[in-house]
């Protein structure tokens, strides 16, 4: 199934990048000489920590909220989330003058829930997993209108997540060079997808990956299958890469593409992220420092690899504890 089967208008990160505009913060790409050493190759971080919101979700929640606004039949939205779209789609929502009621697993950080209130939305707390989520969504969506900004399976948010990889590339290529491989961390897979619609677009020539923690690696187990699959799911650091399945559309789209699967343990994680803060002076979430422990596994077969810091929202405590831990 290919993403024409899937959606009306296909996901495209260029409309995405231009219908956004200067809403969005064009976040810097840098290169620190003593990460590349560390790790073996160049890499390319695309700084998304930076970006509205602390989050690269930011942008697919902006571009997809502004077509519901423009189609004019819904007075709110709705969203699932384990953190950083729910809150991407809550400011989304205010920006363009919506309610936004998001649903969240009961163990979400209190910081995330914070700023969802902050923007003016309406937490609800459901479970722990993502059917528990899909159940209180479908509850609050019978007899509402408001219009459901899904994370995964939305070609509006894939494109505008997209929109990142496209300014990477293009980053890359402005200081003279040419990325071989994208890495970017994945839970439903829209970032991955979006990434390969980038390199599509630009004509890159790259590998695309994605990233997971072991045990949420349905990206990695639906490549092998040849089908989108639903692993069992475990805790993780990396919260915001809990999804037990990938969406239809980034599946059909980035196994077109001729992505690969990377997956790491929680400790390369809290490694990648102690790397990025003392040799790239960058601040990321666990979820976005994922992407750098990925690289460490194909340093050897690329010379420029461009990594997507997806996000910087993390908790003081959690931080301390887990750079305690390395």
């Not at 722990?128 to 609050?140: N, V």
């Not at 019978?142 to 894939?158: K, M, Q, R, T």
């Not at 990233?211 to 989108?228: H, I, N, Q, T």
């Not at 040799?279 to 420092?289: D, F, I, N, R, T």
Request: proline share 4%.
């Amino acid at each position: 199934m290919t993403e024409a089967n899937l959606f009306p208008h296909p996901p495209d990160p260029v409309a995405a990048l231009a219908r956004l505009g200067a809403d969005i913060v064009t976040t810097p790409t840098i290169r620190s000489a003593a990460l590349d050493r560390l790790v073996g190759t160049r890499v390319w971080l695309k700084l998304e920590s930076l970006q509205h919101t602390g989050s690269y979700k930011y942008r697919g929640a902006l571009n997809a909220v502004r077509r519901v606004k423009e189609a004019g039949q819904h007075d709110g939205v709705l969203a699932q989330s384990t953190g950083n779209h729910g809150i991407a789609v809550a400011a989304a929502a205010q920006n363009a003058g919506l309610d936004a009621t998001i649903v969240l697993p009961e163990d979400v950080m209190a910081g995330k829930i914070a700023a969802i209130e902050g923007y003016g939305a309406k937490p609800v707390l459901a479970g722990h997993t993502l059917d528990d989520r899909y159940a209180a969504l479908a509850e609050l969506k019978a007899g509402s209108e408001s219009a459901v900004i899904e994370s995964f399976d939305n070609p509006d948010v894939l494109a505008g997540q997209g929109s990142a990889s496209l300014e990477l590339i293009g980053q890359v290529r402005d200081a003279g060079g040419e990325l071989d491989a994208l890495v970017i961390s994945v839970g439903g897979g829209s970032g991955l997808a979006g990434a390969c619609l980038a390199a599509r677009a630009t004509g890159a020539e790259l590998t695309a990956y994605g990233v997971e923690p072991v045990g949420c690696d349905s990206w990695a187990e639906s490549s092998k299958a040849g089908e989108p699959v639903t692993v069992k799911g475990r805790a993780s650091i990396a919260d915001g890469l809990r999804p037990t399945r990938v969406g239809d559309l980034p599946f059909a789209i980035a196994s077109e593409a001729g992505a690969r699967s990377l997956v790491v343990e929680d400790d390369q994680i809290a490694l990648a992220m102690r790397d990025l803060m003392v040799h790239g002076k960058v601040l990321s979430e666990p979820s976005a420092a994922a992407g750098l422990a990925g690289v460490r596994q194909i340093a050897e077969e690329y010379d420029d690899i461009g990594v997507v810091v997806t996000g910087g929202n993390i908790d003081p405590a959690v931080l301390v504890s887990i750079l305690a831990t390395v």
